[in-house]
């Protein structure tokens, strides 16, 4: 049922730009649009910021091509905007509205009905003032309004046979600073090292908080024995890049920590 859903809200879409990630859902998204829709009616598009680690955005781009899908990659400049660099709670607003507008334009330039982007309906039980944005600006959420969950999106991705159906959960970099610490692209710059040294270990589903002078790494329970077997390599690298301690928290990785 949950399938016919989301073929028929993509299917009244007529034509989309797709704000893509890479991420499980909005890959899900961009492929089914893809096939209910056709290429021509489909352009994704990836935004390079500083906010986003480079790497997905590569993987991000290697996608579309593979597939022989149509992108455009932009690059947004949420990080200039006061609004944004200040780091409120409502954080988010101002950077989904930076894009989305850059979206909506592509749409009117290219032709295309709308823009969509990959919302689930976990996401309606988190704190996400980026949905004000979206609300704002006419942004459909077709999963969202299918009534897909995480769980679902990754189970259909992985019978479609989708290579990112277990891939861990993304948030941009800003999350992982406290709300009201400025943020600034050096303070990325030194957690996007942090947790690209941790990706290069083997870690999967992590975060790297930064709380000034420390570095608060969350892992999966099942991962937090093998942190600990790279903790003197860790607090060594974490020192080069800037923190004087390197700590683990105990609860592990959990979405939203920052918004308690």
């Known amino acids: 049922m949950k399938r016919a859903n989301i073929s028929k809200q993509i299917k009244g879409l007529k034509s989309a730009v797709i704000a893509y990630s890479g991420g499980v859902d909005s890959t899900l ?9 056709g290429r021509k009616k489909v352009l994704a598009v990836v935004a390079r910021s500083e906010t986003y680690p480079e790497r997905e955005i590569k993987a991000a781009v290697a996608f579309c091509k593979k597939n022989r899908i149509r992108y455009k990659l932009i690059k947004t400049d949420e990080i200039l905007d006061p609004n944004f660099s200040a780091n409120p709670r409502e954080r988010c607003y101002f950077c989904k509205k930076e894009l989305f507008s850059k979206l909506l334009e592509i749409a009117k330039k ?7 982007d990959g919302s689930n309906l976990d996401d309606l039980s988190d704190f996400r003032p980026g949905s004000k944005a979206k609300k704002e600006l006419g942004i459909k959420s077709p999963l969202q309004e299918a009534g897909l969950t995480k769980e679902q999106i990754r189970r259909l991705s992985k019978k479609l046979k989708l290579p990112t159906w277990d891939k861990p959960s993304l948030a941009c970099l800003s999350s992982r600073i406290p709300y009201g610490t400025a943020i600034t692209e050096p303070l990325l710059a030194q957690i996007g090292r942090a947790e690209e040294y941790l990706n290069r270990l083997g870690f999967r589903q992590f975060r790297v908080r930064h ?8 892992v999966e329970e099942k991962d937090l024995a093998k942190l600990l077997k790279f903790r003197h390599k860790i607090s060594k690298k974490l020192q080069e890049l800037g923190y004087k301690y390197a700590t683990l928290d105990l609860l592990g990785y959990r979405t939203g920590s920052m918004n308690l």
Request: charged share 20%; net charge negative; with cysteine.
């Open 29 to 37: 998204l961009l492929s089914l649009a893809v096939k209910l829709l």
């Open 211 to 218: 709380h000034g002078e420390v570095a608060r790494i969350e």
């Open 110 to 116: 290219e032709n295309l009905n709308c823009v969509c």
